[in-house]
């Protein structure tokens, strides 16, 4: 069974929620509340939130901040992520990830599918590990939010999902950079 790790404690993870948006604000940002209360709703801890314009100077500034902070576990990001002239998220995740986790997209294309075809295909949903500290992009609709936390995140970031899942593994992520 594959979520059979109720001997497990929980273990809460400190997660970032970025939106990438020329338009929207705190008041008006759907798919960051739809992160936002998943998150929480699921036991782990909403550190901090931003919004960014779609500029990937910026994007790449607000990643490498929440890096260096070792109280941010995970960033999750909405928005940019299509194929439009402004869509630079993906191009900004590239740029700081130490290691790329690629089946998480192709996974999130994969269940996107089944919802709404084609579609999907105009989707850059990407993930990585840069300084010990995970990255999704995500989709800017609340929809794509819903499915790539329904449907993969709440499982990866719960340490009791069997046979594994991405807290486990959290010890291990900056292992290249300790001196032997």
Same mark, same amino acid.
């Given at each position: ?10 273990? &809460? ?76 998220? &993906? ?8 290691? *790329?986790?690629? +089946?998480? +997209? ?25 300084? +010990? ?21 709440? *499982? ?6 069997? &046979? ?6 959290? &010890?291990?992520?900056?292992? *290249?950079?300790?001196?032997?």
């Amino acid at each position: 069974m594959a979520n059979a790790g109720a001997e497990r404690s929980f273990l &809460p993870v400190n997660i970032a929620v970025l939106t990438v948006s020329d338009s929207r604000t705190l008041a008006d940002d759907r798919s960051g509340d739809t992160l936002a209360e998943r998150l929480t709703a699921a036991g782990h801890k909403l550190v901090q939130r931003a919004i960014v314009t779609d500029d990937k100077e910026l994007i790449v500034a607000r990643l490498k901040a929440w890096i260096a902070d070792p109280s941010i576990d995970a960033v999750l990001a909405t928005g940019g992520t299509g194929v439009t002239g402004r869509d630079v998220t &993906p191009e900004a995740f590239e740029a700081v990830f130490e290691k *790329h986790i690629p +089946g998480f +997209g192709e996974l999130f294309r994969w269940l996107s599918f089944q919802k709404i075809r084609t579609s999907t295909i105009q989707s850059r949903a990407t993930a990585g590990i840069a300084g +010990g500290t995970y990255l999704f992009a995500l989709p800017g609709s609340p929809g794509a939010c819903r499915d790539a936390w329904d449907d993969i995140l709440v *499982h990866q970031l719960d340490n009791r999902t069997r &046979p594994c899942n991405f807290v486990e593994l959290m &010890p291990r992520l900056q292992e *290249h950079t300790r001196q032997g």
